[in-house]
């Protein structure tokens, strides 16, 4: 089950939030009910992506995003993510979803969301890519071409180790996808990337 409510509650609350600037945080507030959990009473892995989820919209909202996507034929499209848990999220406990956009290169967006307990202590990091597909030129948009049609001119700092690893695996791993290596669809071995 989507986070629905969850969403509209951000959406109808983003303006008192004030527009999103790059470098800076959405910070949402949640609770862990009983329809997040799993058989261990604490939030399912699944939930965690849904609430990552809302913290990108979030960002895509305040910044303008959503809006130029539905002028220029635009969609953000999530290309792939890493997590790691290193505390539960109890039933009934609150937590902050801290969600940023930490850089880009060419078409690539790399994103973070931090899964924060009350006590400032963190349960999990989420790194994302993703990325802006124009479906009218049938291509991913340069980021700092999105950035320019919405007013700005920022230049991006460079990735950091974890960073260009997270990017070099994702790349690995699409491109092992598409080419239907090991999982029966062909493929005669392994893809050599590079």
Same mark, same amino acid.
């Given at each position: 089950?989507?986070?629905?409510?969850?969403?509209?509650?951000?959406?109808?609350?983003?303006?008192?939030?004030?527009?999103?600037?790059?470098?800076?945080?959405?910070?949402?507030?949640?609770?862990?009910?009983?329809?997040?959990?799993?058989?261990?009473?604490?939030?399912?892995?699944?939930?965690?992506?849904?609430?990552?989820?809302?913290?990108?919209?979030?960002?895509?909202?305040?910044?303008?995003?959503?809006?130029?996507?539905?002028?220029?034929?635009?969609?953000?499209?999530?290309?792939?993510?890493?997590?790691?848990?290193?505390?539960?999220?109890?039933?009934?406990?609150?937590?902050?979803?801290?969600?940023? =956009?930490? $850089?880009?290169? /060419?078409?690539?967006?790399?994103? #973070?969301? %931090? @899964? !924060?307990?009350? *006590?400032?202590?963190? &349960? +999990?990091? =989420?790194? $994302?890519?993703? /990325?802006?597909?124009?479906?009218? #030129?049938? %291509? @991913? !948009?340069?980021? *700092?071409?999105?950035? &320019? +049609?919405?007013?700005?001119?920022?230049?991006?700092?460079?990735?950091?180790?974890?960073?260009?690893?997270?990017?070099?695996?994702?790349?690995?791993?699409?491109?092992?996808?598409?080419?239907?290596?090991?999982?029966?669809?062909?493929?005669?071995?392994?893809?050599?990337?590079?």
């Amino acid at each position: 089950m989507y986070v629905w409510f969850r969403l509209a509650r951000m959406a109808l609350t983003a303006k008192a939030r004030g527009p999103y600037r790059m470098g800076g945080e959405s910070r949402l507030a949640f609770r862990c009910l009983p329809t997040d959990i799993d058989a261990n009473l604490h939030l399912n892995n699944a939930r965690y992506m849904m609430l990552a989820d809302v913290g990108r919209i979030d960002i895509f909202l305040r910044a303008g995003l959503l809006r130029l996507a539905r002028e220029r034929g635009w969609a953000p499209m999530l290309g792939g993510l890493q997590t790691v848990f290193v505390r539960e999220i109890r039933l009934w406990r609150r937590f902050e979803v801290v969600s940023t =956009v930490e $850089t880009w290169q /060419g078409t690539q967006v790399i994103g #973070g969301h %931090r @899964f !924060v307990l009350e *006590d400032g202590r963190t &349960a +999990a990091q =989420v790194l $994302t890519t993703a /990325g802006i597909y124009d479906r009218r #030129g049938k %291509r @991913f !948009v340069e980021m *700092d071409e999105a950035l &320019a +049609a919405l007013g700005h001119h920022i230049v991006p700092r460079p990735p950091t180790e974890a960073e260009q690893v997270f990017m070099v695996s994702h790349a690995r791993l699409r491109d092992l996808a598409k080419n239907g290596a090991g999982n029966g669809e062909g493929g005669d071995g392994p893809v050599n990337n590079g």
